[in-house]
């Protein structure tokens, strides 16, 4: 309705907000059709509309009054502060693949993506008993999630447990 109204006005507006929700369409699931939790690297272009119309209230901010200058500035700090503040503060989960993946399996306890996803990473440190530990559990919470099968499999092969790595395999095969 906002981008309707302001094609009048001005057209920037609404192609801002028509080109955030074109891009943004296809990953809300109105229609599910897939697993789409990758789906947030997306974020970035959905963005550049939304980032669009804040930088044409920022330069007209910038450019008004004194009084409404300096708030501007004043926000546009703040803002700069927090998310310098909310990044740094974040960099100690991305020290490797098993921090971040524990990170949001505290969060989100039954998520069998980053189950599996922790559970790969523990296989790629040859910490194989740990990654059947988690793929235990992804394969439990998901029973149709092939991948952990695979993935178990592979560190069940690894262990010496060869019987549980074909029965895995076979899961996989079917």
């Known amino acids: 309705t906002i981008a309707i109204c302001s094609v009048r006005r001005t057209r920037w507006v609404a192609f801002g907000i028509i080109f955030f929700t074109v891009c943004i369409a296809p990953v809300l699931q109105l229609i599910p059709i897939a697993n789409f939790i990758i789906a947030d690297r ?45 990044s740094f503060s974040r960099i100690h989960v991305w020290e490797d693949g098993v921090t971040l993946w524990t990170d949001v399996l505290n969060k989100h306890p039954d998520a069998v993506f980053a189950r599996d996803q922790r559970g790969t990473e523990y296989y790629s440190r040859r910490q194989y008993r740990e990654a059947v530990a988690d ?11 092939t991948r952990s099968y695979l ?18 395999f076979t899961r996989v095969i079917q």
Do not use: H, Q
């Open 151 to 168: 993935n178990r499999a592979a560190a069940k092969y690894r262990l010496g447990e060869f019987r549980g790595a074909i029965l895995d």
């Open 42 to 86: 997306y974020n970035y272009l959905r963005s550049i509309g939304i980032f669009l119309l804040v930088a044409l209230l920022c330069e007209r901010g910038l450019t008004a009054l004194k009084p409404l200058r300096v708030m501007t500035l004043g926000l546009l700090s703040l803002i700069t502060a927090g998310l310098a503040w909310m």
């Open 135 to 145: 793929l235990d559990v992804a394969i439990r919470l998901s029973p149709d999630y």
